[in-house]
């Protein structure tokens, strides 16, 4: 085994940077953790055994959670690496994070306004 001098360095260069994790990995690495049990109880149902309604209910609705998580999860980590590469490229620029779609005009769902037919009443 060889000997590290004090001050030695064991690899030198410069470090690699990392990869910007999502807070959202949290909860999803719980879920993860209950995953298997929520498979196999949504495996023995399509399979023909009896299973509590309840517990199908829940295992169902654990999956749909980690499938969502997961690509909010890589949404927010994709959106995290395009603002480092932007700032790292050096421009001084305002970053514009798009919300939706901008051409398309917001308009309400409900109107409370009188329609005018043209030449006055509407007949039936």
Do not use: C, H
Not at 74 to 81: H, L, N
């Amino acid at each position: 085994m060889a000997q590290i001098k004090k001050g030695e360095v064991l690899s030198p260069g410069p470090r690699k940077k990392r990869r910007p994790r999502s807070e959202l990995r949290i909860p999803l690495k719980k879920f993860q953790e209950d995953f298997e049990e929520a498979y196999g109880v949504v495996k023995d149902s399509l399979g023909g055994k009896d299973v509590e309604k309840e517990q199908l209910t829940t295992a169902k609705w654990m999956i749909d959670k980690m499938i969502a998580l997961n690509s909010s999860a890589i949404a927010d980590e994709m959106k995290k690496v395009q603002i480092r590469k932007t700032l790292d490229d050096g421009s001084s620029e305002e970053i514009e994070v798009p919300l939706g779609d901008e051409e398309e005009e917001q308009r309400p769902r409900f109107s409370t306004t009188m329609v005018v037919y043209p030449g006055g009443k509407k007949e039936d």
